[in-house]
C-alpha cells in the first residue's frame, strides 16, 4: 500500500505545470505604433498601428500628409484611448524594470548571443553598440520564449547591427526596456534593421539615415514608446506590438529546475508518508 502511495506522488509532483505571468504586458497600448509625451516625425516614415501622446498637452507632428498611419489612426491629444494606452505603457514599463534579472550583460561592442526566457541586465550604466556586431537570440525551439534586455541607463546604436533570431524566437517577443534615453543612429550604414520592442523611460531618437529625410533610415520590428519625446528624424518603418503584450511570460524554470524540484518535492513526501504508516 505505501508503495502505491509513494507512486501516486511522484508522479503527481512529475507532472507539475511550468507557471508564469505576463512579464511585459502592454494592455491597450499593444494597438499602438508609437506613444510618448510628444510625438515628432520629419521624414515620409511608416507606421503600424495608433500613434498616441499621454496627456492634452501633448503634441503630435509630422503624420499626414508627410508619415503614413497603417492599420491605426493617429489618435487626437487627450484621447482616453491614449491617455490609457500611455498609462498602461508606464505599467507595463516599470513592472518590467522591477524583474530581476537571470542573466548580464556588458557594453555590445562584441557580439553576443540571448537565450530567451531570461531577464537581462546591463552590467554598465549606458550601453552603446559597435557597428557590424552581431545580436542572436535562441529561443531553444520555443516560439513563445521572451527575451527582456534592460538596460540601467541610456542605449545607443551606433550603425548597422545584424541581427539572428535562431530557433523559433520572434521579434515581438523581443522587448529593450531603456532606463532613459534609447538612440538609434543610422549614419552611412543605413537602412537598418532593429528587432524588438523599444520602452524608454525618457526619450527616444531615430536619426536621419545618410542622404537626409526622405531616405529610408531603417525598420523597427516592434513598438516604441518614450515616456517623453519620441522623434523619428528619419524616414523609419515601425512595423508595431503585433500582440507581444498578449504573448509575453514570465521566464519559467528550465527542465532541469522542474526535475530537481520534483525530486525534493517527492523525497519530502516520501518522507512524510513514512513517519504516518
Not at 532593429?194 to 536619426?207: E, H, K, P, Q, Y
Not at 503584450?245 to 524554470?253: D, L
Not at 520534483?262 to 516520501?270: D, F, N, P, S, T
Request: aromatic letters at 8%; hydrophobic letters at 40%.
Amino acid at each position: 500500500m505505501r508503495s502505491k502511495l509513494i507512486w501516486s506522488v511522484m508522479v503527481a509532483v512529475a507532472v507539475v505545470p511550468a507557471f508564469g505571468d505576463p512579464v511585459v504586458n502592454l494592455n491597450t497600448a499593444s494597438s499602438y505604433g508609437l506613444l510618448g509625451g510628444t510625438i515628432s516625425n520629419t521624414g515620409t516614415s511608416l507606421v503600424q498601428g495608433n500613434v498616441g501622446v499621454g496627456s492634452a498637452s501633448g503634441t503630435i507632428s509630422g503624420f499626414y500628409p508627410t508619415g503614413t498611419v497603417v492599420s491605426g489612426s493617429v489618435i487626437a491629444p487627450g484621447s482616453a484611448g491614449s491617455n490609457n494606452a500611455y498609462a498602461d505603457f508606464l505599467s507595463a514599463f516599470t513592472a518590467a524594470q522591477n524583474l530581476t534579472f537571470t542573466q548580464t550583460f556588458g557594453d555590445l561592442t562584441t557580439s553576443t548571443t540571448f537565450v530567451g526566457n531570461n531577464v537581462y541586465e546591463s552590467t554598465v550604466i549606458d550601453v552603446s553598440t559597435a557597428s557590424g556586431i552581431a545580436l542572436t537570440f535562441d529561443a531553444q525551439n520555443n516560439p513563445n520564449e521572451v527575451f527582456v534586455i534592460r538596460t540601467q541607463g541610456a542605449f545607443t546604436e551606433n550603425g548597422a547591427l545584424t541581427f539572428t533570431l535562431e530557433n523559433q524566437a520572434q521579434a515581438n517577443h523581443i522587448f529593450w526596456i531603456i532606463g532613459t534615453n534609447a538612440t538609434i543612429n543610422v549614419g552611412g550604414s543605413g537602412p537598418i534593421t532593429f528587432d524588438g520592442s523599444i520602452l524608454a523611460g525618457n526619450a527616444f531618437t531615430m536619426s536621419a539615415a545618410a542622404g537626409g529625410s526622405g531616405v529610408l533610415a531603417g525598420t523597427i520590428d516592434g513598438c516604441v514608446f518614450a515616456e517623453n519625446a519620441n522623434t523619428l528624424a528619419g524616414t523609419t518603418d515601425v512595423s508595431g506590438c503585433s500582440g507581444s503584450g498578449t504573448a509575453s511570460t514570465i521566464p519559467e524554470p528550465r527542465s532541469s529546475g522542474l526535475a530537481s524540484l520534483a525530486l525534493v518535492l517527492g523525497i519530502l513526501a516520501w518522507r512524510r508518508l513514512r513517519v504516518s504508516i
